[in-house]
């Protein structure tokens, strides 16, 4: 199993047992695998596994459920799973069946998943704490409610209903948020990917060419190493860079453009998510490197705050000091330091945060603020970060020869006991690296 999942079937086993124990003994855990969703008509999209059942089983496989029961004596880690079925598998390929949940994938026991109905409410029954993720799937919802409705409806007969639904993300979400040996090896295997992938662009930029050539260089380099995207590619030349969520890819860039490039691979289930931006001939004009020199301090800045014991927050605050300082230096902006920050003027050039968490989801799961506070910084963490600068092609309060520009330097950063560890280190970053990859292709 570690083949397909880089995770070896020990550290499955612990995770589920770390948050059986967070848990307690009265409580049961329900965890659907994500359903096939539709694309068209009879096709669907491609298959992604839940990231949190993921977590728990690395099993692949659609219409599953994971049910984890503490301390129960037949067996604590319960798969509900589709029966084998040759016929079926001709088609689709081969499935694990009870057998191979128990033998492939270290469950303590499995049924078929035609048998949930009957089998979950007896799980449910003398358990007072329910785990699970409300309001993810409706018709799931739907289902669980009926199953403790089914053991209320036999209180009578002494049985005892759970009493308290509590969500499961806030114990397992903190799991998530601290990255093992294991998952960080795929985490740096997903980050080596996007470099190579992201250099083969630069390398291919000529003016003239299409955003969708770009994105087909850079997810060509994906697919050659078994990696997906990790979400939706975004190419945006010239002011199409300043859309922050920019998805047509459609446009061609003109000579003098910058490109944006916002790709990440997505490696056994574990994402990269880097952003560059360079000039499609090869050459920063002025104004576009003074900009993005601006982003390359700001992000260097937040860098320094990525170190235990800080406050996450410190990274962005410390973005922004330096982008509105430049910005004001530059012309862009006008006034105090301090009342332009207080007062959010740089917001119309910088929207966003400066980045997220990283792990199974592009943007991650985990709390940002603990009791109304920016929460502190810890090793094993991974967070991207990611500044950037948008002026709007047609705002007429700034220079002409700022206008359309978009720029954005996003690195994906682990936390460690010293300093943070860059896991795209190797793609080349300020104007002048970048104009050296780009003159090597
Ligand atoms: N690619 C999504 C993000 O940068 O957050
Ligand atoms: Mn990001
Ligand atoms: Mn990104």
């Known amino acids: ?69 503490p301390g129960r004596k037949h067996g604590e880690a319960l798969l509900f799973c589709r029966e084998r079925d040759p016929e079926r598998e001709a088609w ?9 949940a128990v033998g492939d994938y270290g469950m303590d026991d499995a049924y078929p998943i035609d048998d949930l109905d009957e089998i979950l409410p007896g799980l449910l029954e003398g358990r007072s704490r329910v785990y699970y993720h409300f309001g993810r799937d409706a018709d799931f919802d739907l289902k669980l409610i009926g199953w403790v409705r089914h053991v209320r409806a036999q209180v009578r007969q ?9 969500e499961l993300g806030h114990l397992l979400h903190e799991l998530r948020l601290f990255k093992s040996r294991d998952e960080l090896k795929l985490m740096r295997r997903a980050a080596d990917i996007s470099v ?6 630069m390398r291919a930029a000529r003016p003239g060419i299409h955003e969708y050539e770009l994105q087909a260089d850079v997810e060509r380099v994906f697919r050659a190493h078994d990696a997906w995207p990790a979400y939706g590619s975004i190419v945006g030349a010239g002011a199409n860079a300043c859309v922050l969520h920019y998805r047509a890819n459609n446009a061609q860039a003109r000579d003098g453009d910058l490109v944006l490039v916002d790709a990440g691979a997505e490696f056994r289930g574990y994402a990269a998510d880097i952003t560059r931006t360079f000039p499609v ?22 860098l320094a705050q990525a170190r235990p014991g800080l406050p996450y927050e410190a990274g962005h605050n410390a973005a922004v000091e330096t982008l509105t300082e430049g910005l004001l230096k530059l012309g862009l902006l006008k006034g105090k330091l301090e009342k332009n920050i207080a007062d959010g003027s740089y917001r119309r050039f910088y929207r966003h945060k400066t980045g997220h968490w990283l792990g199974l989801d592009v943007h ?9 506070e920016s929460r502190l910084l810890e090793q094993g ?61």
């Open 1 to 69: 199993m570690k083949a397909a999942t880089g995770i070896g079937a020990a550290e499955f086993a612990r995770r589920r047992k770390q948050l059986m124990r967070m848990a307690g003994d009265d409580a049961i855990l329900v965890l659907p695998a994500a359903p096939e969703r539709i694309r068209s008509h009879d096709t669907h999209y491609p298959y992604r596994q839940d990231s949190d059942f993921w977590y728990l089983s690395g099993f692949p496989e659609p219409e599953a459920v994971l049910v984890l029961v």
């Open 92 to 100: 689709d390929g081969p499935r694990a069946g009870q057998e191979g």
């Open 158 to 166: 002494g049985a005892e209903p759970p009493h308290e639904f509590l």
């Open 196 to 201: 190579q992938a992201h250099l083969a662009a």
């Open 281 to 302: 001939n090869g050459r920063f004009t002025p104004a576009q490197r003074a900009l993005h020199d601006l982003v390359g301090a700001a992000q260097r800045a937040a």
């Open 364 to 372: 991650d799961v985990g709390d940002y603020r603990i009791d109304g």
């Open 381 to 441: 963490m991974v967070f991207t970060i990611e500044p950037g600068l948008y002026v709007s092609h047609d705002d007429e309060t700034v220079d002409a020869k700022w206008r359309g520009i978009g720029i954005r330097t996003e690195d994906d950063v682990l936390v460690t006991d010293g300093d943070p560890s860059v896991l795209t280190d190797a793609l080349a970053r300020n104007a002048d690296e970048i104009e050296a990859a780009m003159a090597a292709g």
